[in-house]
């Protein structure tokens, strides 16, 4: 997984696992895997050559859907270029 941020200007608090970040602080693959579902059951928006989008959702609060996108860390070396 990568890194998420929040695109908006404002600034809101987002619980990752037993720590609060600030909505502008980069989100690492822990902090994803301890805030949002995704396993094989998740839905697949999209796939593409360097990976995959699904649609899930925020673990504490189930009704805050979002989609993420996973992406192949491998997959991109080899192609930052294309980036």
């Known amino acids: ?3 998420c941020v929040n695109s908006k ?3 809101n608090n987002v619980k990752a696992g037993n720590v609060t970040l600030k909505s ?3 989100q690492g693959a822990k902090e994803l895997k301890a805030n949002y579902q995704i396993d094989n059951n998740t839905k697949v928006l999209g796939s593409g050559a360097f990976g995959k989008v ?3 959702f925020n673990k504490n609060y189930v009704d805050h859907k979002v989609a993420i996108k996973v ?3 491998s ?3 080899d ?3 294309a980036i």
């Open 79 to 81: 192609h930052l270029d």
């Open 9 to 11: 200007n404002n600034v």
């Open 24 to 26: 502008t602080q980069k």
């Open 54 to 56: 699904f649609l899930t």
């Open 71 to 73: 992406m192949n860390k």
């Open 75 to 77: 997959k991109l070396k």
């Open 1 to 3: 997984m990568g890194n």
